[in-house]
């Protein structure tokens, strides 16, 4: 079963996470199939770009996000700047 969910990257107490596509069983920084968007929360406020297209394509395939990028998604388009 594929999983949408975050994996830790940056350095020693400055993280930021990838948000990727991947099999459930992975393990938390293993292989992905794909990058969907980054999740920044050091930054103020903490800074959220996904491209929601694909988001809504792996959902429609059968991804399953998890807690913390379910709630991702419905923060986003409230951060994302009006054009």
Not at 7 to 26: D, H, L
Not at 62 to 71: C, W, Y
């Amino acid at each position: 079963m594929l999983r949408i969910r975050l994996t830790r990257m940056g350095a020693k107490k400055k993280p930021f996470y990838r948000v990727v596509v991947t099999e459930q069983r992975q393990a938390r920084d293993g292989s992905f199939v794909e990058i969907v968007g980054h999740y920044n929360p050091v930054t103020n406020p903490p800074a959220i770009e996904l491209d929601m297209e694909r988001v809504r394509h792996w959902i429609a395939c059968g991804a399953q996000p998890s807690e913390t990028v379910r709630s991702l998604i419905k923060k986003a388009p409230a951060q994302t700047p009006a054009s």
